[in-house]
Each structure stands twice: as C-alpha cells, then as structure tokens.
C-alpha cells in the first residue's frame, strides 16, 4: 500500500469585516467631547444667553434695582417709544448709515489698493504690511487718544500747523468726519491684510493666461482677479457692515456718544449704564442693532452655502 504525501491546503486569510470602524479609545474620545463641548457651552452662556435676555428685557421696564419680579413688562412700548419720542435714535441710524458708507468707500478701496500694490513683493514690502496693520493692534479707545493729539484745538498738530483754533471733537458739524478719519486709518490695515491673503491664494496661473491674451494689469484684476476673490469680497462686506454698527468705543471716548456722534452702540450704553440705567428701554435698542446685523449675516450664509452646494 503506497504512500501518498497530500499536499498541503493553502491557508485562507480572514478579510477584515467590511464596515466595522475603529473606535477611539477613551482618552481620545474625552478629548474630543471636550474640545467641542466646552467651546459650546461658552458660546451659549456668553453669546446666546445674554442675547435672549436681552430680547425678554426689551419688553419691560427695569432701572436694575430689586428682584426680577419688579419688572414692568410694557409689551412693545420701548420699541414704540424709541421710532416716535426717542430724539437720539434717528440721528443714530444716520451716523450709522454714514459710518457704514465711509468704510465702503474710502478705508475700504484704499486697502485693497494697498494690497494689489504690496502684493508685488516689492522691496520692503514686509515693513509696510507691519506699519500699516500697525493700527489694527491697537483699540479703537487708544486710537482716539492718539488722534487727540492731531485733533486738539489748543495743542492739535493740525491746528498748530494751519494756526487755526478749530474744535475738531466739540464741533457737531465736523466731528463725525474728524472721527471716521481716525477709523478709517485703523480699518484700512485690515482690509489690506484680508485682500492681501485673498491676493496669496489666486492661481498663478490665471494671471498669466491673461498676460498671454494682452489684457493690462487693471483689466486683469477687475476681470479675472477680483471675480475669483468674490468670498473675500463677501468677507469684507460683512467686516464693514459689523465694524459700522459696533461703532462705539471711539466715540464714547470722545463724548460718550453725544452732540453729533450720536451711534446705536453709545445710545444702548448711556440706557443701560449711564444715568438713565433703563435696562428695558437699552435692550431693545441692542435688539434692533443685533436684528439689523442679523440681515447681512444671513445674507452672507446663504451666500456661502449656496456655492458650497455647487462645487
């Protein structure tokens, strides 16, 4: 009886089960909770907490005194009182609106011109991107004091140079503009900082095939340029729109936001800490200014969603 030798089986390899995930272990998932549960509740506690409240205050009266139960609640009265018998609130949305139009054309332009210009790599260029973001850097509060020593009608530069006596932040028919000037020199680093990295991020390759078609360098960045930096453009239409409602630190240094600088900002602060202390009556002042932000946000969403559906 002979022998036979069998030949051995190929072993068969065990393929990983199909759509089983690898789970974290517990210290990476308690990282994890951590990192987004504390940021959370943060944003809930500091931003939409205090905005509720401010929304449920807006219908009552309260001068901060006593229990909570001592509130009057007056139902849409102080939003009745601040479009009819409020005399600061319609010169307020002025300055506003003004504010809001000076940024767009002048701080605005400039810094995006600033930019096309730096974004050359010309020589030094690293020195005047610091110098002009400079004054990003430093609060609006500080800025005024800053240009107190231009604007002073003893000591002014200005009027020391021209020998004139001009009350640049007392005079209610000038001091909006000597204001926006000063803002304008703090917000035109941060528009060139933002359209400078927009600039960076442009393929390369766009310019030069515009190059090869013989279009100039105007035609270049109008045409092919700045149509590709549009969620830069939107960025920016959102920082200006903010950064004119907020308007507030520069002028309650001056004057507390009165005698021709009157903004929403300063009128909700003089309510709710100034002399008045009319919590009610500041809330809903806050509610109208956060409302109106809340259109441009929103318009900025959508608009961003809409081209993250396209792609």
């Given at each position: 009886?002979?022998?036979?030798?069998?030949?051995?089986?190929?072993?068969?390899?065990?393929?990983?089960?199909?759509?089983r995930?690898?789970?974290?272990?517990?210290?990476?998932?308690?990282?994890?909770?951590?990192?987004?549960?504390?940021?959370?509740?943060?944003?809930?506690?500091?931003?939409?907490?205090?905005?509720?409240?401010?929304?449920?205050?807006?219908?009552?009266?309260?001068?901060?005194?006593?229990?909570?139960?001592?509130?009057?609640?007056?139902?849409?009265?102080?939003?009745?009182?601040i479009?009819?018998?409020?005399?600061?609130?319609?010169?307020?949305?002025?300055?506003?609106?003004?504010w809001?139009?000076?940024?767009?054309?002048?701080?605005?332009?400039?810094?995006?011109?600033?930019?096309?210009?730096?974004?050359?790599?010309?020589?030094?260029?690293?020195?005047?991107?610091?110098?002009?973001?400079?004054?990003?850097?430093?609060?609006?509060?500080?800025?005024?004091?800053?240009?107190?020593?231009?604007?002073?009608?003893?000591?002014?530069?200005?009027?020391?140079?021209?020998?004139?006596?001009?009350?640049?932040?007392?005079?209610?028919?000038?001091?909006?503009?000597a204001?926006?000037?000063?803002?304008?020199?703090?917000?035109?680093?941060?528009?060139?900082?933002?359209?400078?990295?927009?600039?960076?991020?442009?393929?390369?390759?766009?310019?030069?095939?515009?190059?090869?078609?013989?279009?100039?360098?105007?035609?270049?960045?109008?045409?092919v340029?700045?149509?590709?930096?549009?969620?830069?453009?939107?960025?920016?239409?959102?920082?200006?729109?903010?950064?004119?409602?907020?308007?507030?630190?520069?002028?309650?240094?001056?004057?507390?936001?009165?005698?021709?600088?009157?903004?929403?900002?300063?009128?909700?602060?003089?309510?709710?800490?100034g002399?008045?202390?009319?919590?009610?009556?500041?809330?809903?002042?806050?509610?109208?200014?956060?409302?109106?932000?809340?259109?441009?946000?929103t318009?900025?969403?959508?608009?961003?969603?809409?081209e993250e559906?396209?792609r």
């Amino acid at each position: 009886m002979t022998h036979i030798d069998e030949a051995p089986q190929p072993t068969k390899e065990v393929a990983p089960a199909q759509g089983r995930e690898k789970k974290l272990p517990a210290r990476d998932r308690a990282t994890v909770i951590t990192m987004v549960v504390v940021p959370l509740v943060l944003v809930v506690l500091l931003v939409w907490v205090p905005a509720l409240l401010s929304v449920v205050l807006s219908f009552g009266k309260w001068n901060g005194f006593g229990d909570l139960d001592t509130i009057e609640w007056v139902g849409v009265q102080n939003y009745e009182d601040i479009f009819t018998i409020y005399p600061a609130f319609w010169p307020a949305v002025q300055h506003n609106l003004i504010w809001l139009g000076f940024l767009f054309i002048f701080p605005t332009i400039l810094g995006m011109l600033l930019a096309v210009i730096l974004d050359r790599e010309m020589k030094g260029s690293r020195f005047y991107q610091t110098a002009f973001y400079m004054p990003v850097v430093l609060s609006l509060a500080l800025i005024g004091f800053i240009w107190q020593l231009f604007y002073s009608r003893d000591q002014g530069l200005i009027n020391q140079i021209f020998n004139s006596q001009v009350d640049w932040y007392g005079d209610p028919d000038i001091n909006l503009w000597a204001v926006l000037l000063a803002t304008a020199w703090r917000h035109t680093g941060y528009i060139m900082l933002i359209y400078l990295a927009g600039l960076k991020g442009v393929d390369a390759s766009l310019r030069e095939a515009a190059a090869v078609d013989g279009a100039s360098e105007v035609k270049t960045f109008f045409h092919v340029i700045f149509p590709v930096m549009r969620p830069i453009n939107m960025v920016v239409i959102v920082i200006v729109v903010i950064e004119s409602l907020r308007a507030f630190d520069l002028v309650w240094v001056i004057n507390k936001g009165r005698n021709g600088l009157e903004v929403i900002g300063a009128l909700v602060a003089q309510n709710v800490i100034g002399e008045a202390t009319r919590y009610g009556f500041g809330s809903a002042l806050a509610v109208i200014m956060m409302l109106i932000s809340s259109i441009f946000i929103t318009l900025y969403l959508r608009t961003v969603f809409r081209e993250e559906r396209t792609r």
